[in-house]
Nanobody
Framework: QVQLVESGGGLVQAGGSLRLSCAAS????????MAWFRQAPGKEREFVAV????????TYADSVKGRFTISRDNAKNTVTLQMNSLKPEDTAVYYC????????????????WGQGTQVTVSS
């Protein structure tokens, strides 16, 4: 099992940057594919970015491509989401998630979730 704790959310003006971190417990962190999802008020949870355990390859939602970067440090059991050029529509609660599965862009296939961290982007 793995437990996840996010940090780094906050309030930022449009065009600004934030860096989210997710700290994971457990000795097998390196074997988990790690992702970030987000959920805005009144909307469904949506995929943001993923980094695969096997080769560190990444995939991004079209809405964040070129602005967000996901990375991981297996030695420190952390995954990070660097968010640049933030827009008001990026406002949401951001969740870190972990999976051992192969379908990695759908929240249904993630068994481990953090508590979420609020990101608010003002216009």
């Amino acid at each position: 099992q793995v437990q996840l704790v996010e940090s780094g959310g906050g309030l930022v003006q449009a065009g600004g940057s934030l860096r989210l971190s997710c700290a994971a417990s457990g000795r097998t962190f390196s074997r988990y594919t790690m992702a970030w999802f987000r959920q805005a008020p009144g909307k469904e949870r949506e995929f943001v970015a993923v980094i695969r355990w096997s080769d560190n390859s990444t995939t991004y939602a079209d809405s964040v491509k070129g602005r967000f970067t996901i990375s991981r440090d297996n030695a420190k059991n952390t995954v990070t989401l660097q968010m640049n050029s933030l827009k008001p529509e990026d406002t949401a609660v951001y969740y870190c998630a972990a999976t051992l599965g192969v379908i990695v862009t759908r929240s249904l296939y993630y068994g481990y979730w953090g508590q979420g961290t609020q990101v608010t982007v003002s216009s």
